[in-house]
T-cell receptor, first 113, second 115 residues
């Protein structure tokens, strides 16, 4: 139990649609990052937010966007969905105290048909 | 560019055997951070260890141990006396930034421990 919750746990969309995934960070954590994990692969870093500002981005196109709210919860938005966007999307949070530990949620599994 | 290679896709052992998971990394940065995470079937990644590039001391935590060798760019993970509950996918990861906003994961090694 990491204290990081994600919703929805599963969803199915069709190509061209838009999706919003949500993440509630562990209490007191002001940094949140998002990862995409395709089947059988390692997670790939999408972006990170610190105190509502994006402070790092991986190699993902602009149709992947995010938000972090004052309560440090977060959203990942993906526009114009493509078949290759089918994956497990993981959210991770971290506090100010630097232990290097990221606390992950159980993910949202997105299927694009 | 950073890269992490986990050459072992799947490993299967019998309970109580020792098992080593290999991790080789590439980076031109002199300061970097290495991680191991465990991913059970539930999906969430569980943090096991972080090691920075200036600390080459090996670490032991219960049945887990890690061998960091800069000379071979490796950060291997050994489970001693494996148990069925150790069955999971294990990921090695690398970051060159202090706030780890650039984490690069390997493809993972699926460990199955049979009773």
């Amino acid at each position: 139990e990491t204290g990081v919750t994600q919703s929805p746990t599963h969803l199915i969309k069709t190509r061209g649609q838009q999706v919003t995934l949500r993440c509630s960070s562990q209490s007191g954590h002001n940094t949140v990052s998002w990862y995409q994990q395709a089947l059988g692969q390692g997670p790939q870093f999408i972006f990170q937010y610190y105190r509502e500002e994006e402070n790092g981005r991986g190699n993902f196109p602009p149709r992947f966007s995010g938000l972090q709210f004052p309560n440090y919860s977060s959203e990942l938005n993906v526009n114009a969905l493509e078949l290759d966007d089918s994956a497990l999307y993981l959210c991770a949070s971290r506090g100010e105290r630097d232990t290097g530990e990221l606390f992950f949620g159980e993910g949202s599994r997105l299927t694009v048909l | 560019a950073q890269k992490v290679t986990q050459a072992q896709t799947e490993i299967s052992v019998v309970e109580k055997e020792d098992v080593t998971l290999d991790c080789v990394y590439e980076t031109r940065d002199t300061t970097y951070y290495l991680f191991w995470y465990k991913q059970p079937p539930s999906g969430e990644l569980v943090f096991l260890i972080r090691r920075n590039s200036f600390d080459e001391q090996n670490e032991i935590s219960g049945r887990y141990s890690w061998n960091f060798q800069k000379s071979t760019s490796s950060f291997n993970f050994t489970i001693t006396a494996s148990q069925v509950v150790d069955s999971a996918v294990y990921f090695c990861a690398l970051s060159v930034r202090y706030n780890n906003n650039d984490m690069r994961f390997g493809a993972g090694t699926r460990l199955t421990v049979k009773p």
